[in-house]
């Protein structure tokens, strides 16, 4: 079946939950369905929020995979009041139950920081999830190329850890630019992880 970019419909936004959830190992982290599901959610509110670009690519009537990109200086996409609002309490109440979390985004930050000294990004690549359920080789690496031919000549980066399929980066032109260990601490679990950061400059077209 032929793969094509198209906008990525309303209907479908729940499917781009669940990618997330088992692309992105979620499941790991979280035993409960409920909490799972909502976390995904939460996750995909404050990406979408963040996107000046949304790519999708649907296999004939279904949709394939998603791309969330932030450029700086292009115009959110979603400024909805109701998914803020949503993020925000979420935020509030991960924080009460999983001090963890702020060791994640500590790491990104310090890492962040080390990779500013070097380069000034122009913007972030903060989602990119395929349908686990279609057997179709090259989805990611479509969405991959339809940002490259929307936004020639920018760097970019992505948070990524060992935990992930970083190697579709490497292999899709990306350089590590920066790592840092750290034990998450989930409730009563600890997961030893590997943070990264990955930047790559755009071809010009």
């Not at 906008?7 to 990618?19: G, P, R, T, Y």
């Not at 057997?135 to 690496?141: D, Q, T, W």
Request: net charge positive.
């Amino acid at each position: 079946m032929k793969l094509q970019i198209r906008q990525l419909q309303k209907k479908d936004h729940k499917k781009a939950i669940q990618f997330a959830l088992k692309g992105m190992h979620f499941d790991w982290y979280l035993d409960n369905p409920f909490l799972l599901y909502l976390y995904g959610t939460y996750f995909w509110y404050m990406e979408l929020l963040r996107a000046t670009q949304v790519i999708a690519v649907y296999a004939g009537k279904e949709l394939a995979g998603v791309l969330l990109a932030e450029i700086y200086e292009e115009e959110k996409i979603d400024t909805s009041f109701g998914k803020k609002l949503y993020v925000r309490i979420f935020d509030f109440l991960q924080n009460l139950s999983y001090k963890g979390v702020g060791t994640y985004d500590n790491a990104n930050r310090e890492m962040y920081a080390l990779y500013r000294k070097r380069t000034t990004p122009d913007g972030e690549l903060i989602f990119l999830a395929a349908n686990p359920g279609i057997k179709i080789k090259g989805i990611g690496s479509l969405l991959l190329q339809e940002l490259e031919c929307r936004e020639p000549g920018k760097q970019v980066f992505l948070y990524t850890d060992n935990a992930c399929t970083y190697q579709f980066y490497e292999h899709r032109g990306f350089q590590r630019v920066c790592e840092k260990e750290i034990l998450l601490a989930l409730g009563k679990k600890e997961v030893p992880l590997e943070c990264l950061l990955y930047a790559k400059t755009i071809p010009c077209l």
